[in-house]
């Protein structure tokens, strides 16, 4: 039974996750039809918190898909500790974060979630690079520090990548991802209105130069932390 429960666990962690996301997106679809948009008195779920809860959520039913999609298509399984690492990762930024509003009520959360996300997205980029270096048509092998400079490069582009969607959507949807705003609605200016930016980039640079030192360690040493099987 518990072997059966262990084996099983992923599975079960994903269907939690996807109804975390499902659930929200049908509550707020609700109160859009019905027009109602209540507010608390810290004012954590204004009408634009909400169409980021709907943004979020929508955006997490298909990121949640990529591990799996990735799998098939580069023909690889996935380590089932990076898995479940990358579904708690989802729910803690989308449901704690955002509908949870875990972004105002835990201090540092998003610097929490920042750190957590590159050293994951760096393994990813081991793991990528990794897998194209065992393909037997390539005439060249790449050494380890190659490897920990792409998963480096790899992780800061994604982290990158975010900020910019951050910054396209708060401003087409009117939207707070980069917290330019306080939870009560007053607008930030000058450095103060760049400092969550900068330090998202910042903590995505550290969390991805300790990634790209493990997978490193890992490959220089053969170490066997990252192992991926190939299918």
């Not at 930024?93 to 996300?117: C, K, M, N, Q």
């Not at 995505?204 to 890992?218: C, K, P, Q, R």
């Amino acid at each position: 039974m518990k072997q059966k429960l262990k084996k099983n666990f992923p599975k079960l962690l994903y269907i939690f996750v996807l109804f975390s996301f499902i659930l929200p997106i049908i509550f707020i679809v609700l109160m859009m039809i019905f027009g109602r948009t209540p507010q608390n008195e810290a004012g954590y779920h204004s009408q634009a918190d909400y169409a980021l809860m709907l943004v979020e959520c929508v955006l997490g039913l298909v990121v949640v898909h990529i591990p799996s999609f990735l799998e098939r298509k580069l023909k690889f399984e996935l380590p089932t500790v990076l898995y479940v690492l990358y579904l708690v990762f989802l729910y803690c930024a989308i449901t704690l974060g955002e509908v949870r509003s875990f972004y105002y009520l835990i201090p540092h959360w998003d610097v929490f979630l920042h750190a957590f996300s590159s050293m994951m997205t760096g393994l990813f980029g081991y793991m990528l690079i990794t897998i194209i270096n065992r393909n037997d048509r390539l005439v060249v092998q790449l050494s380890p520090i190659f490897v920990a400079m792409f998963a480096f490069c790899f992780s800061v582009m994604i982290g990158a990548v975010w900020e910019v969607y951050e910054f396209t959507f708060d401003g087409l949807l009117g939207l707070n991802m980069q917290k330019f705003a306080l939870a009560d609605g007053t607008e930030l200016s000058g450095h103060l209105a760049l400092a969550d930016t900068m330090k998202d980039i910042i903590v995505d640079i550290l969390g991805a130069m300790v990634a790209s030192a493990v997978g490193y360690i890992s490959l220089r040493f053969d170490k066997h932390w990252l192992k991926i099987t190939l299918t």
